[in-house]
């Protein structure tokens, strides 16, 4: 076992023991700050597999992470109010079809957008990606039927088959089990041929051109995958507030997601699981005692941009490979 995958394994425990000690010590408030890292975190994974493995440093992921909330919101509204959705199809709380929603809505949309946006490169890629975004986070504000800017509540949590989903510690459970579920489908995209041709076209498209594989096909795969694992994030977001709003599709999220992969380390497993425990434990304790709480992030932010390039992660492990 390498240092890098020790240390990953070190981190996923640690966000796993903070629900476990916060149910010993009658903590529960922590459960639900460690559910928002488990969630995070999974939002980007998400983003990693197309920043980290493919070099595309999207604006836009905010897009896909909305899409799945409102996947949650709307579908569990019209089940509450028993209304048909458009063409009679009828509203679900369960849980696995909401997310099975949220993975097509997101998938769908991600390849319009990675159709168009992957035909540019550089910032011209990062301001098309975030005009996309906002694009979507207007319709959203301008769609009254589903709340408009004042967003849409979700009443009762969604429910999964067989579990009490309005237990904290379970809920917990379930998007810890999804965070892993991302966790390994990155590490196998990254070990795989798929990802072996992905890091070759971040690195020198023309070279790998020269093979007969075509870089745009490999990352507009890359980028819809990448947007379904952001989008089933989103619908568990929507779930832990039991509300989505338009914030979840602005430009500010898409920022705070690139954030979470800087911080714990670009194209590292655990990178996106660290990231988002500083990012949480900064929000929380720093926000507790001043509103400028950001400034400091600011300055951890630009720490590790100067002086820890692998991130926390990378830090940790030393100059080890990713594993």
């Not at 967003?151 to 067989?162: D, E, M, T, Y």
């Not at 892993?180 to 072996?196: C, E, I, P």
Request: a positive charge; glycine letters at 12%.
């Amino acid at each position: 076992m390498s240092r890098e995958t020790l240390v990953s394994l070190v981190i996923v425990l640690a966000l796993l023991a903070i629900p476990l000690w916060a149910t010993a010590a009658g903590e529960t408030f922590y459960i639900t700050l460690a559910t928002r890292m488990a969630i995070l975190a999974l939002a980007a994974v998400g983003l990693n597999i197309a920043l980290g493995l493919g070099g595309l440093v999207s604006f836009g992921h905010a897009a896909f992470f909305g899409i799945g909330g409102y996947a949650a919101g709307i579908l569990a509204s019209h089940a509450f109010n028993m209304e048909p959705l458009p063409f009679g199809l009828p509203g679900t709380n369960a849980m696995p079809v909401i997310w099975a929603v949220a993975i097509m809505a997101s998938g769908i949309v991600a390849l319009a957008i990675g159709a168009i946006s992957l035909r540019t490169a550089g910032v011209y890629f990062i301001m098309i990606t975030l005009a996309f975004a906002q694009m979507i986070f207007y319709f959203a504000i301008s769609w009254p039927a589903y709340g408009g800017e004042d967003g849409l509540s979700i009443f009762v949590r969604n429910r999964f088959p067989g579990l009490n989903t309005l237990n904290g510690l379970t809920f917990f459970f379930i998007s810890f089990g999804l965070l892993l579920a991302g966790l390994a489908l990155f590490a196998a995209l990254r070990d795989s041929r798929f990802g072996a041709a992905l890091q070759a076209a971040r690195q020198n498209e023309r070279r790998l051109a020269t093979v007969g594989i075509a870089p745009y096909r490999i990352r507009l795969a890359a980028f819809v995958v990448s947007a379904m694992v952001t989008g089933v994030a989103g619908a568990l977001f929507a779930d832990l507030n039991r509300f989505v709003s338009p914030s979840m599709l602005s430009w500010h999220m898409s920022g705070e997601l690139i954030v979470l992969i800087i911080l714990g380390g670009v194209g590292r497993l655990a990178g996106p699981v660290a990231g988002a425990m500083l990012y949480v434990a900064f929000e929380y304790f720093l926000g507790g005692i001043t509103e400028r709480w950001q400034f400091f992030l600011g300055l951890v932010l630009l720490a590790v941009v100067l002086f820890a390039r692998g991130g926390v992660v990378g830090l940790l492990a030393g100059k080890a490979r990713h594993g």
